[in-house]
Nanobody
Framework: VQLQASGGGLVQAGGSLRLSCAAS????????MGWFRQAPGKEREFVAV????????KYADFAKGRFTVSGTNTKSTVYLQMNNLKPEDTAVYYC????????????????????WGQGTQVTVSS
């Protein structure tokens, strides 16, 4: 499994970005696809997860109402649309693939994912 995240950049507060995660083969079909972020000096935290096979999504509380995760099996790509960005959203964003049981607490933990992309930097200026 190979994952390639892209789409990060510098944006002003209130702006939007769409991150993409290109996955190899049938990854999007076979795995739950998660987004995490890590700010300097902080632990990696869960943002959202999309599952084609489970037909569901899950969001961290800070992401609800602002971020939308989606995926397309045909393009084997997962997206994270981020709106109304805030300076505290500044971080390196990572996509990941895992196959723990859907709905388990492992879905929101980095340890619940087996494969990781290289990360893309998101910087939100005030």
């Amino acid at each position: 499994v190979q994952l390639q995240a892209s789409g990060g950049g510098l944006v002003q507060a209130g702006g939007s970005l769409r991150l993409s995660c290109a996955a190899s083969g049938r990854t999007v079909i076979n795995y739950h696809m998660g987004w995490f972020r890590q700010a300097p000096g902080k632990e990696r935290e869960f943002v959202a997860v999309f599952s084609s096979r489970a037909g569901g999504t899950k969001y961290a509380d800070f992401a609800k109402g602002r971020f939308t995760v989606s995926g397309t099996n045909t393009k084997s790509t997962v997206y994270l649309q981020m709106n109304n960005l805030k300076p505290e959203d500044t971080a390196v964003y990572y996509c990941a693939a895992g196959n723990r049981p859907w709905g388990s607490s492992s879905m929101t933990r980095a340890s619940g994912y087996d494969y990781w992309g290289q990360g893309t930097q998101v910087t939100v200026s005030s």
